[in-house]
């Protein structure tokens, strides 16, 4: 079948929901689209013009140095004094020293931690003393056991005058604690002025925002920069104060406190030319933040983020609030990493610059001030490195520490990679033949995976293509792409037309492996389904002004309220490095299983015909046999929305653990207790067996803003989802200790009400229920079900817009609210 324009029937389409929105392609009624005839018979793709990168993100590139090291979770970079050694160390508690030759292939142990204390947790700093060469002092900052009062610890050890050198584990000094238990900061730096410097967290967990209330309580340790003398003692300390700290004759406040009011400053530098201190504090919902810090100074943790206010009730500590010297939204960077002043010499260009970077996206920018004034700042590069420290050696170099256990350093591009024309519409990327057609360029493969996200109502589409007769290596379950591979998706919107369903193409998303790192794009279509245009970096929403654009149509004809194109960085913060990058081309998704077949020309066996992978089959993973129905198709769902950040080392905020391959049990979802606050759900926690609304997880799954899952890419609440983890948490057998169940009381509620005669007696019932957010996921399951009435609705309108939680206003939003709230 030969299809003209963009209205491509799909009135043939057919497909197994798992709910609506994660789609398990069955073998018959599949899309019948325009392909190229390579989805038969294979031909070279030789038509790419996807090569480089758009704008500036291409003028620094990152290089793998010493390759034949690996570290396992390594936190932070130091070069010993009087040396060519580097000291890695690694969060678990291993020290490394390995010489800066970049032939080198063997590391020597200093220390394990673990032979300190049997209750050691992590370590984060690590210090020479400036006078190393004569004292071969070195200072740790480690942790021990959870939440405890004196969890995070700064001591002293001596180090052995041998090749290879070693940290003395009996020669340990105690210089003092602070509690433990999450935002440790734990930094050590010494200044130009021969002081330790040592960052501390709030020692909170991510949410709600700073509970213990310290970051503007300066009578304790936390949330600040302290400042000590670890050459003298003072009377009952292992320290001493030096006496121009600025807080030494204030009352109440810790006379170690050099600066305060920081989150989790978990970097910091000085600059070794200007002495200058530089922190990098990990924001919370909206901001990543870069301070200078000086003497006295007041960041505004938790009464602001920066430059945006969060608690302002709260009772300010003292002093102005210092503004960062520059904050990135979340848009941008999620996990900032603090850098170094670059002294180097190898790239003349930025020195002088202070260049970090982001553990999320991989983004390393530098910036370069007068005053407090930027007077330039730049995106480098963007990586796929979780970037989780900066290491400077003696010369002043920088070297770039990935978490994975990689190290790199930045240098410049050549000059024709930097100056590569990048395609800015998709009829100039080479991937199609005929665009307006959305007929595939030969060498363009379909593909159909098992288990589909949720877009937001719209019908994705994919393609992959590798240049030339170029394939995939599989090993085991990971792929190693060739350069320049390109995997295409397309969003398509169903609509009514010409007497039958349509779909119209309003996004197409692409990953280009550049044979370095991946980088992602979207592309928005034109209101004539003709042409796709390149979207900005920091991606775009569109509300309907951008009558030129698809998705604006589809706004101004009511079948959509916006659209967003996510940004650049957003969609690297799914594609990455823990979940492959390609999150739909794996062997989990590819093989298929008897209950849910991909289509035969996505099967392993033809793609391996094909060349497109080699490598053998990895094999199918055997606990699928032992889920029930309701197990499974919740764990795809879970899989294909959620599971790219919620699996070890990905970024997700709490250790519940949702790719498909981890065992229920063992993923700390059920029972598990909410770390990002609970939402006044009564008995909280992440999954309540048998109370979906008591089960964190379906709560954020409800609600529409900030705090709502997943909070990338989802603009609309998936309700088949929902229903479908709703009905999933309900099966589970509820704990013999439980003697209530929310969700069974709730809704029992929410029918008495409904049965009511009087308009008025149900409006004052249902605001008295509405007062927490478990009445409001009573009321949104009913809505969702079409338990009321249009006159019930009315007066449910009416009691939506007098009540006062925000919590159960977030939840009942999409039904009653003209304004759109913006994830």
């Known amino acids: 079948m030969n299809f003209l324009g963009p209205h491509l029937p799909v009135s043939k389409m057919q497909f197994t929901l798992l709910p609506k929105g994660v789609m398990i ?74 010489s800066q030759r970049k032939s080198v292939a063997e590391k020597h142990e200093v220390i394990h931690l673990k032979s300190i204390t049997s209750k050691f947790s992590s370590v984060y700093g690590l210090a020479f003393h400036p006078n190393f060469a004569t004292n071969r002092q070195v200072f740790l900052c480690y942790v021990v056991g959870g939440a405890e009062p004196d969890g995070t610890r700064v001591s002293s050890f001596e180090v052995t005058d041998t090749y290879p050198p070693r940290i003395v584990a009996e020669s340990e000094k105690r210089l003092m604690t602070w509690k433990g238990g999450g935002h440790n900061g734990g930094c050590l730096k010494f200044g130009h002025d021969g002081y330790l410097y040592i960052s501390t967290g709030d020692a909170s967990g991510p949410s709600p925002p700073d509970i213990l209330k310290t970051g503007q309580d300066n009578s ?18 292992s320290y001493g104060i030096p006496d121009d700290n600025p807080f030494v004759k204030t009352k109440n ?30 924001g919370w919902e909206l901001w ?86 930027v007077t330039w700042q730049q995106e480098l590069v963007d990586t796929s490195l979780k970037i989780i420290t900066f290491g400077e050696d003696h010369e002043g170099e920088l070297y770039i520490v990935d978490y994975a256990g990689g190290l790199f350093e930045l240098l410049p591009c050549a000059e024709d990679e930097a100056h590569l024309p990048f395609p800015t519409k998709l009829s100039h990327t080479g991937l199609f033949e005929n665009i307006a057609k959305q007929q595939m360029a030969a060498g363009v493969h379909s593909y ?75 592309y928005a279509w034109d209101a004539e389904g003709k042409d796709g245009h390149l979207i900005q970096k920091e991606g775009q929403i569109v509300t309907g002004a951008e009558k030129e654009m698809m998705a604006g149509s589809l706004v101004n004809s009511g079948d959509i309220d916006y659209w967003k194109f996510s940004s650049r960085s957003d969609c690297l913060r799914c594609h990455n490095s823990w979940s492959g990058f390609a999150l739909g081309w794996n062997s989990l998704q590819l093989q298929g299983t008897p209950r849910a077949p991909v289509a035969v020309k996505s099967s392993w066996k033809a793609l391996n015909q094909r060349e497109l992978v080699v490598g053998r089959k990895p094999g199918a993973f055997k606990q699928r046999k032992a889920m029930t129905e309701l197990e499974y198709k919740a764990k795809s769902y879970l899989h294909a929305n ?143 079900h079409d338990w009321l009435s249009t006159a019930q609705k009315n007066s449910a309108r009416d009691v939506y817009n007098d009540i006062e939680s925000s919590l159960s206003r977030e939840i009942l939003s999409r039904y009653f609210e003209k304004k759109i709230i913006y994830p």
């Open 448 to 522: 159909e995976i098992e288990m589909q996200g949720w877009e937001n109502g719209a019908i994705a589409r994919r393609w992959i293509a590798l240049p030339n007769f170029s394939g995939i290596e599989v090993k085991g379950r990971h792929s190693v792409f060739p350069a320049n591979a390109v995997i295409l998706k397309t969003l398509f919107w169903p609509v009514d037309g010409a007497g039958e369903k349509s779909v119209l193409p309003i996004e197409t998303q692409m990953l280009h492996y550049d044979g370095q790192s991946w980088n992602a794009y979207a």
């Open 642 to 784: 959620c599971a790219h950040c919620h699996r070890e080392n990905a970024g997700g905020m709490v250790n519940a653990l949702m790719y498909f391959e981890k065992h229920t049990q063992d993923a700390s979802l059920i029972e598990a207790a909410p770390l990002r606050g609970n939402f006044d759900l009564r008995d909280a926690k992440v999954i309540a067996p048998g109370d979906p609304f008591s089960s964190v997880l379906y709560y954020r799954m409800a609600k529409s803003g900030s705090g709502q899952m997943p909070h990338l890419g989802r603009t609309r609440v998936d309700i088949d989802g929902l229903n479908h983890i709703f009905d999933w948490i309900s099966s589970m057998p509820v704990n013999k200790g439980k003697t209530t169940n929310s969700k069974d009381w709730v809704l029992r509620q929410i029918k008495t009400i409904l049965a009511q005669e009087a308009l008025s007696e149900m409006e004052r019932d249902l605001e008295k229920l509405l007062e927490n957010s478990q009445g409001a996921l009573g009321l949104a399951y009913a809505l969702d």
């Open 288 to 373: 990543e933040l870069i301070f200078r810090v000086e003497k006295g100074g007041n960041y505004g943790w938790s009464i602001m983020e920066g430059n945006h206010a969060v608690q302002p009730g709260l009772k300010k500590g003292g002093e102005d609030f210092k503004p960062p010297i520059i904050d990135h939204p979340h848009s941008e960077a999620a996990s900032i990493t603090g850098g170094y002043v670059y002294r180097g010499k190898r790239i003349p260009e930025l020195r002088g610059a202070y260049v970090y970077g982001d553990w999320e996206t991989g983004k390393i920018w530098g910036l370069k001030t007068e005053g407090d004034r």
């Open 253 to 282: 406040t810790r006379p170690e406190i050099w600066a305060f009011g920081f989150r989790n400053p978990f970097k910091m530098s000085f600059d070794a030319e200007l002495g200058q201190l530089w922190v990098g504090d990990v």
């Open 220 to 237: 304790d340790l936390l949330a600040s920069i302290l400042r000590i003398d670890v050459d003298r003692k003072d009377e009952g300390l």
């Open 25 to 98: 392609f069955l073998v018959v009624g599949l899309f019948v689209w325009n392909s190229s005839a390579a989805d038969s018979v294979r031909a070279p793709w030789i038509t790419s013009k996807v090569k480089g990168r758009p704008g500036p993100e291409g003028a620094y590139q990152i290089e793998r140095v010493h390759p034949k090291l690996k570290f396992e979770n390594p936190v932070e970079l130091v070069a010993m004094p009087g040396s060519d050694l580097m000291w890695m160390v690694e969060l678990r508690g291993a020290i490394y020293a390995f």
